[in-house]
């Protein structure tokens, strides 16, 4: 059983051995609610998938958040409200098997490396671009960690000096300049600045409204604002996965996220520009590829870290 629990939606399915999903649900989150109120409804919506024909044998969560390895405690989830949630221990209390926890873009980078687009490689980096930017790793077929369950943060690596704020507390990190939340505090700096600029109009006054698309199409129609954004976001993309991909020389990068889906011309930036700003060695094996298993990724990946784990571990984690 795999799920993937986010700040608006949840989604539970069963998932075969292969990475087949046999059923799934999907409902809102309702974060509002509170932690035990979401739990809640995760509890019901893993019973109501429960069958003679599917027995459940593990369940592995990916959780939008800060995971504590090995106890499948959801540190932080700014965008559920969540601190110290007890997550893994309370489904494995209520439903008696081995349960596995693991962030959201973590668990779906697994999904992509052994279902998807990184299938049969060993050396695999996913990179989702959305309203934030994430990344995980995957090296010599397993999946890389870190110290404090913090490695992949490629989004807070500096790719400007002295750059835009970034809410992290550091300036000129990646995620300014490529995701969503950048693209609407560069509009709502320019609104308070009185910059002329037809993004205000194309996002109703609202920056929180823009998208990465509006920014894109605003740029080709000659908005100097939009036109300055989205050189940035393809210029540093390519910088920074390029760092990326010179440090960590995988086989696959693999590219997925909203911002991702609704402009190509990202993907034409990293497909053109990382291979040149990398070494030799490092692109001699690249091969640079769009995610496969769309929204349902982390609910794949966390299905199959939980049945990998389950025999090495006697504790929820």
């Known amino acids: 059983m795999g799920a993937d629990v986010g700040g608006t939606r949840l989604r539970v399915a069963v998932v075969a051995a292969d990475g087949q999903l046999l059923s799934t649900r999907e409902v809102a989150t309702d974060a509002r609610r509170g932690a035990a109120a979401v739990l809640a409804t995760l509890a019901q919506t893993i019973d109501s998938l429960r069958s003679s024909s599917h027995r459940i044998a593990t369940i592995g969560v990916a959780c939008a958040g800060q995971i504590i390895p090995g106890r499948g405690v959801v540190a932080q989830a700014p965008n559920l409200g969540w601190t110290d949630v007890p997550l893994g221990e309370t489904l494995a209390g209520q439903f008696s098997v081995p349960v596995t926890v693991e962030n959201d873009v973590r668990a779906a980078a697994w999904g992509e490396f052994r279902f998807g687009a990184g299938r049969g490689a060993q050396n695999v980096i996913v990179v989702f671009v959305g309203t934030g930017l994430g990344s995980g790793i995957v090296l010599d077929g397993r999946l ?10 490629v989004g807070h690596t500096q ?3 002295d750059g835009l704020p970034c809410g992290c507390g550091q300036r000129g990190c990646l995620e300014q300049y490529v995701a969503g939340n950048g693209y609407q505090r560069r509009l709502a700096a320019a609104l308070a600045a009185g910059i002329p600029t037809r993004l205000v109009d194309v996002a109703g006054r609202d920056p929180s409204r823009l998208t990465a698309t509006m920014v894109f199409d605003a740029a080709r129609a000659g908005d100097a604002l939009a036109m300055e954004m ?16 010179t440090v960590l020389n995988p086989e696959v990068l693999i590219l997925g996220g909203g911002v991702i889906e609704g402009v190509p011309a990202l993907v034409d930036a990293v497909s053109s520009g990382v291979p040149a700003l990398t070494t030799v060695l490092a692109r001699r094996s690249l091969r640079i590829s769009r995610a496969q298993l769309g929204d349902w990724s982390g609910v794949i990946g966390a299905a199959d870290l939980a049945h990998e784990r389950a025999s090495t571990s006697a504790t929820p984690s």
Not at 144 to 153: I, P, V
């Open 144 to 153: 890389l960690l870190g110290a404090g369950n913090g490695a992949g943060e």
């Open 159 to 161: 790719v400007v000096p």
């Open 230 to 245: 989205s050189n940035d976001a393809r210029r540093y993309l390519a910088i920074g996965l390029a760092n990326y991909v």
